[in-house]
Nanobody, 124 residues
Framework: QVQLVESGGGLVQAGGPLRLSCAASGRTFSRYVMGWFRQAPGKERDFVAAIDWSGSSTSYADSVKGRFTISRDNAKNTVYLQMNSLKPEDTAVYSC?????????????????WGQGTQVTVSS
């Protein structure tokens, strides 16, 4: 079992930065691929970024490439999402997710565990 708790959301002006954190419970954090997803009101949940167990392989949605960076610290059981140059269309609830194994997944179905989400609001 893995429990995930996100933090770091809030209100930010367009163009500004924000860093999200996702703290995971359990001693096998390094065996999980971690992902970030987001869901805006009235829309489906979308993939944002994913990272493999070592941090050496990452994947990003086209809409965030060059602006967002996913990273992880296995010693702290934490995954991060650094978001720069934020846009109003980035406004959403951001959730982290974990899937056991080595395959980076850009769809939500393979992920076994989910956090409760944190709200990110970008004002124009």
């Amino acid at each position: 079992q893995v429990q995930l708790v996100e933090s770091g959301g809030g209100l930010v002006q367009a163009g500004g930065p924000l860093r999200l954190s996702c703290a995971a419970s359990g001693r096998t954090f390094s065996r999980y691929v971690m992902g970030w997803f987001r869901q805006a009101p009235g829309k489906e949940r979308d993939f944002v970024a994913a990272i493999d167990w070592s941090g050496s392989s990452t994947s990003y949605a086209d809409s965030v490439k060059g602006r967002f960076t996913i990273s992880r610290d296995n010693a702290k059981n934490t995954v991060y999402l650094q978001m720069n140059s934020l846009k109003p269309e980035d406004t959403a609830v951001y959730s982290c997710a974990a899937r056991y194994g080595v395959v980076l997944s850009t769809t939500d179905t393979p992920y076994n565990y989910w956090g409760q989400g944190t709200q990110v609001t970008v004002s124009s």
